[in-house]
């Protein structure tokens, strides 16, 4: 009997316990989900509330930017474009701000106003973080349009000094320069954590992308095509500019390259020859790259570059 009992007891004890635990882990889901939220949907607000005016000669740079702003002084949240076509002073730029998302209808376009400038972003994610960019999302350069003969740094997206960083399904064309930057800022020497999934890159004058400087980044089947004008003209090139720059855990998953003048991938190290920073990129199912995969000047390279699961280079002295 006293057995049965103390059978029981020890039972009842154990199912509380296991309540507890259990109770005390749904109430960290749900603290945690709801602090997701507050960080990044306190606040959301359509294109055409604040009165934007597309499919018309009206620069949309300032009334889009004012949005942008709006839902960062709340806190973050989500930007949504309908479906149109919006203007945008590529000089001015549009400026992503911390804990923002842009959320693009189908149909929806950013398209460069003209211009005679040696460097331009349409879109510009510099120092921010926790930012995404979402949808059906499609930008225009002025390529076909632009009033000056030099220069080569016209980009489409440019991301540097930022951090957790998501852009999906992009298609970005005809920009002057680059479709995609990613680089340093004098605040910070890389970006971090960026995530760039199906993007679709074509008829862009310098590069399809460009790796300047970065830790944490990877892009996911990438379609980089028809890249012409002005060198190096890769589909993609991992080239950093100084010693100081980073080339950290970069991963390039099912790429897929063609037409670009100056080969589909391009891998030149040399600025960090004189560095004491490790080089780690990696191309997994390199099979799409139809137009030449090109690794060079890695003379003095410390770090590994690992094509389909084969080292080509480690710890080069």
Known sequence: MFENRNRILIAL??????GMIIGSMFIKLHRDSEQSKSKFTSSSRNIESFEDIINDSIDDTDRIQKTIDFVNKKGGGVVTFPKGIYLIDAEISLKLK????????KGAILKALPNNAESYEIVKIHDVENVSLLGDITIIGERKEHIGKTGEWGFGISIRGAENITIENPF?????????YIGATTKKKY????????????????????????VDLTIISPKLLNTNGTSPQGGIDFEPNSENDMMSNIKLIN????????????ISLKKLQQSDKFADIEIINSQGIQ?????RDMK???????????E???QLN
């Open 291 to 295: 137009d030449g995969l090109d690794i």
């Open 98 to 105: 911390d804990n923002i998302t842009l959320k693009f209808e």
């Open 13 to 18: 004890i154990s199912l509380i316990i296991t």
């Open 255 to 266: 790429p897929e390259t063609e037409g670009n003048l100056g080969g589909g991938v391009i």
């Open 312 to 314: 080509r280079l480690l």
């Open 172 to 180: 970005i064309k005809d920009c002057w320069g680059d479709g995609i």
């Open 191 to 214: 970006s971090k954590r960026v995530t760039i999934i199906n993007p679709l890159i074509e008829n862009n004058r310098r590069q399809g992308i460009s790796v300047i400087s970065a």
């Open 300 to 310: 003095n390279i410390k770090g590994t570059v690992i094509i389909d699961n084969k």
